[in-house]
Nanobody, 126 residues
C-alpha cells in the first residue's frame, strides 16, 4: 500500500517561506496524482494544490494562488510544495495525498484521495 510521508513544516514568520516535501517508499510517485491539503484548528480540511501524473497539470486554491508552487522531482521521488509570502491564516497541518493510481486528473476534492500522509505542522506567527 502506498505510504506517504511529509516533511518540511515548522514555525515561520509572516512573509517567510517554507518548502514541504512528500515522499514515498516502494512506489514511484510519478505514477500518481498528488495533492496537498491542510487543516487548521477548528476548521475542515481543504485542498491547497495538486499536480497530475500525466501532463503535469496543476491546480491551486484561490487562497494560495501566486504564493504556493507545487512541483515534482521524479529522480528524488518527491513532490514539493513551495510556500512563499506566508500568512498567519496559512497555519495548519499540511497533508499530502494520492488518489488511486488510475485516477490521473488533478482535482482538489478530498473524497477522491485514498492515501494520506501523517501531516506536518506549519505555524505562521510573529
Amino acid at each position: 500500500q502506498l505510504q506517504l510521508v511529509e516533511s518540511g513544516g515548522g514555525p515561520v514568520q509572516p512573509g517567510g517561506s517554507l518548502r514541504l516535501s512528500c515522499t514515498a517508499s516502494g512506489f514511484s510517485l510519478d505514477d500518481y496524482t498528488i495533492g496537498w491539503f491542510r487543516q487548521a484548528p477548528g476548521k475542515e480540511r481543504e485542498g491547497v494544490s495538486c499536480i497530475s501524473n500525466t501532463d503535469g497539470t496543476t491546480s491551486y486554491a484561490d487562497s494560495v494562488k501566486g504564493r504556493f508552487t507545487i512541483s515534482r522531482d521524479n529522480a528524488k521521488n518527491t513532490v514539493y510544495l513551495q510556500m512563499d509570502s506566508l500568512k498567519p491564516e496559512d497555519t495548519a497541518v499540511y497533508y499530502c495525498a494520492a488518489p488511486p493510481r488510475l485516477f490521473r486528473l488533478c482535482v482538489l476534492r478530498e473524497i477522491l484521495y485514498d492515501y494520506w500522509g501523517q501531516g506536518t505542522q506549519v505555524t505562521v506567527s510573529s
